[in-house]
């Protein structure tokens, strides 16, 4: 198949998703706009986003009597995405004679954004996955085993908020002897660079001190599909009651059981966000400067190359591979590093 037609038609395929999603907007939007008419919602209030599906949210009231009482809202139009943790502003139903349980509110506004998470998509673009995080806890296990390519492109975006993320290996109940030499290699690089790095079983109930992690935090647990996110959150919430899934035994990869973040309160106080997990990243749609922030411990060394322009390749006098060859920068970070940036979309010249 010659290479235009196929372009064709992905263009015809990306056309008609857009005209869908404007389809879906539309109506959305008027089921808001006939619900704010209507008379049957309270009046306006600051809500907290607790999921996320197609064209409805959860709310969960902050003030008044209802409050941490959840109720499905539609969105008004124009609202930018929302995403679980967002504070609203909302008006919640009124609760008509019995059939609260179906009435549904209308998020109005969307509050400002204290952190935003970020991922990229299947093709690459950008999806916001969680806000007003003040935690990171990046899971990996030994099943589905991690790669350092894949750990190297979560902390990018997890860098991206501007908040250092943990590094917590689960399933240590599946580490053998065999496993332990290359996870501990894996552990070691991102400790030495100066990542937090814990190790615990959601089987065993092994979680040492993650729950003074969570304290009266806000915390998203994200990593590969499979590593046991939604199990830690039912170890540490058994009310929660978070599908969790079997990974296939052929491929060793998660079955992406988790579908929408969603929030949790801790009776003790602290919040905590189950992410869906995601096999692979697509293309990047981050630029070079943000991938470099990515990589926290090259920051001392830029700007020191010889050429303005490195590509801390093959260039004399380049800062990054010097640092590499003394082992002050990690040589494997520095190759994923060039392999990730060889993957972001061409930049033409006067595009910013
Ligand atoms: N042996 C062992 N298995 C675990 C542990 N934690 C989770 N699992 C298993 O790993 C599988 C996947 O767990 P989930 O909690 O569904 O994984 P997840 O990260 O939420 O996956 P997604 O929702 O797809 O992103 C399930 O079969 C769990 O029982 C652990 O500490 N030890
Ligand atoms: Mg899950
Ligand atoms: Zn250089």
């Known amino acids: 198949m010659s290479k235009r037609k196929l372009s064709r038609q992905q263009a015809h395929r990306v056309q008609r998703i857009q005209e869908e999603r404007i389809a879906r907007a539309q109506k959305r939007g008027s089921a808001a706009a006939e619900l704010l008419e209507s008379g049957e919602l309270g009046p306006e209030e600051e809500g907290l986003v607790v999921a996320h599906f197609g064209t409805q949210i959860e709310v969960e009231a902050l003030e008044g009597e209802r409050r941490g009482e959840v109720s499905r809202c539609h969105l008004r139009a ?20 019995g059939d609260a349980g179906a009435a549904l509110g209308v998020v109005t506004a969307l509050l400002p954004r204290q952190s935003l998470l970020v991922r990229p998509d299947a093709y690459g673009k950008l999806k ?11 899971v990996i296990a030994p099943f589905p085993e991690p790669s350092a390519l ?13 908040i250092r993320p943990v590094i917590l ?8 002897p065999e496993l332990a030499p290359p ?4 552990l070691g690089e991102y400790a030495a660079i100066g990542y937090e790095v814990r190790q615990v079983s959601a089987s065993t109930g092994q979680l040492h001190d993650l729950a003074e992690l969570v304290d009266n935090r806000t915390v998203v647990f994200v990593g590969q599909s499979g590593v046991g996110k939604s199990s830690l959150i039912n170890v540490l919430l058994p009310g929660a009651a978070q599908r969790v899934s079997e990974i296939s035994g052929a491929s060793k990869l998660g079955q992406h059981t988790t579908t929408t973040a969603r929030l949790f309160h801790l009776p003790g106080g602290g919040t905590l966000i189950d992410s869906p997990g995601i096999r692979e990243f697509g293309l990047w749609h981050v630029d070079e400067a943000q991938l470099l922030a990515g990589y926290v411990e090259f920051q001392p060394f830029l700007g020191s190359c010889r050429f ?3 590509a801390h390749r093959a260039e004399p006098g380049c800062a990054l591979r010097a640092a590499a060859a003394e082992g002050r920068i990690g040589a494997g970070r520095l ?18």
Do not use: H
Not at 169 to 176: E, F, G, I, P, Y
């Open 183 to 186: 996870l501990e290699a894996l």
């Open 335 to 352: 190759e994923r590093f060039n392999r990730l940036r060889s993957e972001l979309p061409e930049r033409r010249p006067g595009q910013g």
């Open 169 to 176: 290996l689960n399933k240590a109940d599946l580490v053998t």
């Open 308 to 310: 303005r322009n490195c």
């Open 150 to 162: 894949l750990v190297d492109r979560y902390l990018v975006a997890c860098e991206l908020t501007g």
């Open 78 to 97: 124009n609202l930018e995405a929302l995403v679980t943790g967002d504070r609203v502003v909302w008006q919640a139903p009124l609760a008509s004679d």
């Open 128 to 138: 916001p996955v969680a806000a007003n995080i003040d935690r990171i806890v990046l």
